[in-house]
Nanobody, 120 residues
């Protein structure tokens, strides 16, 4: 199983970006999916999560600016980021709980990370 993240880049304050993360490989089902971020010298922190039934959870710092959504048919999770601020600068990682077979157990997988830089 692999998670491939994309969509990062350099954007000015107030701008927008959309991150995508597609899961591939031997997948029976995907449960919770989410985005985390890590800035240099800091611990990785939760940004947003979404259940298979589309129940969402956000860090207080991004509420009202970021939206997480998923396409279960494409095994893909997205993060729409609006009104970006310099403090949103970080490497963003996607995460997914995936069951590889009907009788298997859920395992957590991480994507490779994508850099988001917010600067004028």
């Amino acid at each position: 199983v692999q998670l491939q993240a994309s969509g990062g880049g350099l954007v000015q304050p107030g701008g927008s970006l959309r991150l995508s993360c597609a899961a591939s490989g031997s997948i029976f089902s995907i449960n919770d999916m989410g985005w985390y971020r890590q800035d240099t010298g800091k611990q990785r922190e939760l940004v947003a999560t979404i259940t298979r039934g589309a129940i969402t959870n956000y860090a207080d710092s991004v509420k009202g600016r970021f939206t997480i959504f998923r396409d279960n048919a494409r095994n893909t999770v997205y993060l729409q980021m609006n009104n970006l601020k310099p403090e949103d600068t970080a490497v963003y990682y996607c995460n997914a709980e995936i069951k590889g077979s009907r009788l298997g157990v859920n395992r957590g997988y991480w994507g490779q990370g994508t850099q988001v830089t917010v600067s004028s």
